[in-house]
């Protein structure tokens, strides 16, 4: 039995390790401002750190109807920078596709407190690797299963490219997947109090993340509903869940005071009436356009979403996904599915996906860094599908993630460089 501990602990190590230094090497490579909106999140952590107050959501600072955390952990690192200028028209057209700021891979020496930030958003991501680690673990019951889920976590290429971000979907894919994590530990233990109050505060702290967590009720809901006991009962451990409305009211009660508006959404309709392209959910959008970007976005699309990967890459993963549902399936034929727990991981895409769907009712974002506040569930779902799979066995959990490692790389050499160099 030590054995086996001593084991599955060197090998999350070498997972973490691994995911540290992955984050790290794109964080120098990708140069600063090359990813959306890192700018704008920069400028509303260095506001904090000089005024020590919430910013007013105007024209100035594109990202302050966002909720304060990510941008208040970042703060005491957010000094006065220089930054790299843009270099972009009106149209958002670059002399030098397809970077916009005048920047380069050869900057390793400046912009210090940006990177700073950066560093920060590493340390959120590398938490995210470990609770996606063990959910696997949890649901699974072996190690295998957390090291393939946190695995392929790390080495989806969007994911390596925007935990290094400043960016707050750095953190709100981190609490995501610590309240999925803590939601398999319920449907797999039974409810307790104590698990019930530490999932409900994650859950207010991935809303006062980003807002696309506002589905998290959900599924929290429905596992605290499906644990065992009297029906009265089972209704009574949902005033839990007021614990997360307390800590979110202070945060919806200022916007209201100020905008009118708890979520501050409609003042962007003013603030960037630019971005503003309303749709009716009938639009040929949500059949073309639409589920085309949100699908490559979500394996990988660089920069300002102009920087693709190969072809054959969105293939594989493509691929991946596949196969994961076939295992689930076989799983299903099999009987060996666990079915409430599956349907609660399923419901986290389903409700992620119709976030971005009325996000993209107003504007044009098909971006699938929108559903990363699934992504624990996401990946526990296709880890536990492929290992379904007839012939699965460890030795191909450990080649699957190396080739995945090598993929990653791959990208940095062949893709990231070659664009940046310049």
Request: hydrophobic share 55%.
């Amino acid at each position: 039995m030590i054995d086996k501990k001593i084991s599955g602990f060197g090998t999350l190590f070498i997972l973490l390790v691994v995911s540290t230094i992955l984050l790290l090497l794109w964080s120098f490579i990708v140069p600063i401002y090359e990813s959306p909106d890192e700018d704008h999140h920069w400028a509303y952590a260095n506001y904090l750190h000089k005024n020590w107050r919430l910013p007013i959501y105007d024209k100035q600072l594109f990202e302050a109807n966002s909720p304060p955390l990510y941008y208040l952990l970042v703060a005491p690192f957010a000094a006065d920078s220089v930054q790299p200028q843009s270099i972009r028209n009106s149209a958002n057209e670059s002399p030098l596709p397809p970077r916009w700021f005048n920047d380069s891979i050869y900057d390793s020496e400046y912009y210090w407190p940006i990177r700073l930030g950066r560093f920060v958003s590493i340390i959120i991501s590398v938490l995210t690797v470990l609770f996606c680690y063990l959910a696997g673990v949890e649901a699974a019951g072996q190690e295998s299963t957390g090291l393939l889920a946190g695995g392929l976590a790390i080495l989806l290429p969007q994911f390596t490219f925007r935990g290094m971000n400043v960016s707050n979907d750095a953190l709100v894919t981190m609490t995501c997947a610590a309240v999925t994590y803590l939601i398999v530990r319920l449907i797999k233990r039974g409810f307790t109090w104590k698990l019930a109050v530490a999932a409900s505060i994650l859950s207010a702290l991935a809303f006062l993340s980003k807002t696309n967590a506002i589905f998290l009720p959900v599924p929290f809901g429905l596992a605290i509903l499906g644990a065992p006991g009297p029906w009265k009962l089972r209704l009574g451990r949902l005033s839990v869940m007021g614990i997360a409305l307390l800590m979110v009211a202070p945060w919806l009660v200022r916007n209201q005071i100020l905008y009118g508006d708890p979520l501050a959404s409609r003042i962007m309709f003013t603030v960037v009436d630019f971005l503003v392209d309303p749709k009716p959910i009938t639009s040929p959008y949500f059949l073309t356009m639409f589920p085309r970007y949100l699908a490559m976005s979500f394996i990988g699309m660089f920069g300002w979403l102009n920087l693709r990967l190969p072809n054959w890459i969105y293939l594989l993963f493509g691929s991946l996904g596949v196969a994961a549902l076939l295992g689930c399936i076989w799983r299903g034929f099999q009987r060996k599915i666990q079915w409430f727990l599956t349907f609660i991981l399923l419901t986290f895409p389903i409700l992620s996906l119709v976030v971005t769907i009325y996000i993209n009712l107003r504007f044009s974002q098909p971006q699938g860094r929108y559903l990363f506040t699934a992504l624990g569930a996401i990946t526990l779902l296709a880890a536990m599908g492929l290992e379904g799979l007839p012939f699965w066995n460890k030795k191909l959990t450990f080649l699957l993630l190396g080739i995945l490692l090598l993929v990653n790389l791959y990208i940095v050499g062949a893709v990231i460089i070659p664009a940046y160099s310049l």
